[in-house]
């Protein structure tokens, strides 16, 4: 029996990488698949103001309307949905058989609120550590060892 194909799923708010399995130890880093978010100011984002309305209790008074929603956090899960229909496709097309997940905190509990059954499925591990800002090998040596630790 083939030992399954196991890829990385490393993200935070802005960037993600999937990496397609581990290379050995110094040796060429494995190939990646790299994503990254549409950079928005928050300033960008909320420069219009949300607009007055008329006072329900008294006749022509005005005030104030808040923002309907939380621009920052909606931007993050547009950015997790990618993520997710990047990985659905290369499950979809047989290139990996499980997936291990090092995902932000925040950002995990994104990636759990939209991810379809089917890739609940394949997920082998999930770790809450950010590590997609780091330079390949140094990610690459830090996912060797993560991968090598038992996981409940």
Sequence with gaps: ????????LVLNAHHARLVEGLAPPR???SPERVLEAE????SE????????????????????MSYAGDPVRDAEKAFV???IEMVEHAHDAGEFDRLAVFAAPRVLGLLREAMPEA?????S?????NLAGLDPPLL?????EEMARDWP
């Design 125 to 129: 591990r999930e770790v809450p550590r």
């Design 45 to 64: 984002v909320m420069s219009d103001k949300p607009g007055r309305s008329f006072s329900s209790g008294a006749a022509g008074r005005r005030s104030a």
């Design 140 to 144: 690459h040596e830090i996912l060797r």
């Design 119 to 123: 890739l609940r499925g394949v997920i």
């Design 27 to 29: 040796s060429a880093a």
């Design 81 to 83: 949905k990618r993520v």
């Design 39 to 42: 950079a928005a100011k928050l």
């Design 1 to 8: 029996m083939t030992r399954p194909k196991e890829w990385i």
